[in-house]
């Protein structure tokens, strides 16, 4: 078991380009969330997903964002149109579900707009 | 809506030191509470779940206690060393039928161990 890893790292990008970063969970976790954070701040949720269900989205997720999960195994969260509000380190975590349903978190992306 | 606060925001101390990390949430109402470590530009590392009917858990040289009904948690780091420095972070998971499995962070404290 590898934990959950991100790709890319680090993502730079201009004022309205797209950018899609995807996430692997631990390959038994049925449930992966995504989250945002910014510098000085505890991450904030923006969606989860049950296998390849979309079960919650986050009001910070306008319509620039989505996410997918297809097969219920990895997940891509594309953004579109980048501003550079947008700017952060997006995480990715996942967990069973069931009674202690720990989330384990991937290294995340960091996204830098300029 | 659910708060979590965490106090102090940085917290320095000498080697060796035994040190208790604060954190309070609004809404009683939880399903688990969970601490985190994250270092500088990392991602975050899961130190130890609480669920609900649980009073405290222990992994090593941390012990995490959950009062529920007075909407507090503590973390104890024992021993300190400078490997502990990091930030650390409260979430908390509500319970409430319809409520979303997410976590609602605090911001976390900020500790540095001095050797």
């Known amino acids: 078991d590898t934990g959950v890893s991100q790709n890319p790292r680090h993502k730079i990008t201009k004022r309205g380009q797209n950018v899609t970063f995807r996430c692997d969970p631990i390959?038994?976790?049925?449930?992966l969330y995504w989250y945002r954070q910014t510098l000085g701040q505890g991450p904030e949720f923006l969606t989860y997903?049950?296998?390849?269900?979309?079960?919650?989205k986050s009001r910070l997720l306008s319509d620039r964002f989505s996410a997918e999960r297809p097969k219920g195994s990895f997940s891509t969260l594309e953004i579109q149109r980048t501003e550079q509000g947008d700017s952060a380190m997006y995480l990715c975590?996942?967990?069973?579900?069931?009674?202690?349903?720990?989330?384990?978190f991937g290294p995340g992306t960091r996204l830098t707009v300029t | 809506k659910q708060e979590v606060t965490q106090i102090p925001a940085a917290l320095s101390v000498p080697e060796g030191e035994n040190l208790v990390l604060n954190c309070s949430f609004t809404?009683?109402?939880?399903?688990?509470l969970q601490w985190f470590r994250q270092d500088p530009g990392k991602g975050l590392t899961s130190l130890l779940l609480?669920?609900?009917?649980?009073r405290e858990q222990t992994s090593g040289r941390l012990n995490a206690s959950l009062d529920k009904s007075s909407g507090r948690s503590t973390l104890y780091i024992a021993a300190s060393q400078p490997g502990d420095s990091a930030t650390y972070l409260c979430?908390?998971?509500?319970?409430?039928?319809?409520?979303?499995?997410?976590?609602?962070f605090g911001k976390g404290t900020k500790l540095t161990v001095n050797p």
């Open positions: 975590a996942s967990s069973l579900s069931g009674l202690a349903r720990e989330q384990y």
């Open positions: 390959s038994e976790h049925n449930r």
């Open positions: 997903f049950q296998n390849e269900a979309q079960l919650e």
């Open positions: 809404d009683s109402a939880i399903y688990n």
């Open positions: 609480i669920q609900s009917s649980q």
């Open positions: 979430a908390v998971e509500a319970s409430w039928e319809g409520g979303s499995e997410k976590l609602v």
